[in-house]
């Protein structure tokens, strides 16, 4: 679908209206969908694919995976929480998993940032050199 960009800006602009200190507000994005599902404007497909893009996005920004080899210690799962909303600022939502298949070590991913210090990791950098 080919989007205009007077539904770029549009979508941008609800966007920008959807964002309480910064942070995006779940339920204001459930209002401005349902009012403009319930207007259905000139190309309104179009701003809400735009829309849905930029909410999309901004969910994937805020959000932390921390996958480990073992159960992470709750002490260790707030120090990590500390360190990357230190880094990262408020609103992150954490996801820790254990992936046996790393082997030692832990893989953070915040938004497209990946900070990957496994042994997995390790492994095929060094089957790479050779």
């Known amino acids: 679908m080919r989007i205009?960009?007077?539904?770029?800006?549009e979508?941008?602009?609800l966007f920008q209206s959807c964002l309480a200190n910064g942070l995006?507000?779940?339920n204001r994005v459930r209002q401005a969908v349902q009012f403009?599902?319930?207007r259905k404007p000139r190309g309104y497909?179009?701003?809400l694919s735009q829309f849905?893009?930029?909410v999309k996005l901004d969910v994937t920004r805020h959000s932390a995976k921390i996958q480990s080899a073992a159960d992470l210690s709750p002490s260790y799962q707030a120090q990590w929480r500390a360190d990357l909303v230190r880094a990262y600022g408020q609103g992150l939502s954490f996801a820790f998993s254990t992936?046996?298949?790393l082997l030692g070590g832990l893989r953070v991913q915040v938004g497209g940032d990946v900070y990957d210090g496994s042994v997995q990791a390790r492994l095929a950098a060094l089957s790479r050199s050779f």
């Open 36 to 38: 403009l599902a319930a």
């Open 45 to 47: 497909m179009g701003v």
């Open 99 to 101: 992936n046996p298949a």
């Open 4 to 9: 205009t960009k007077q539904a770029r800006h």
């Open 24 to 26: 995006l507000d779940e």
């Open 11 to 13: 979508a941008r602009q």
């Open 52 to 54: 849905h893009r930029l």
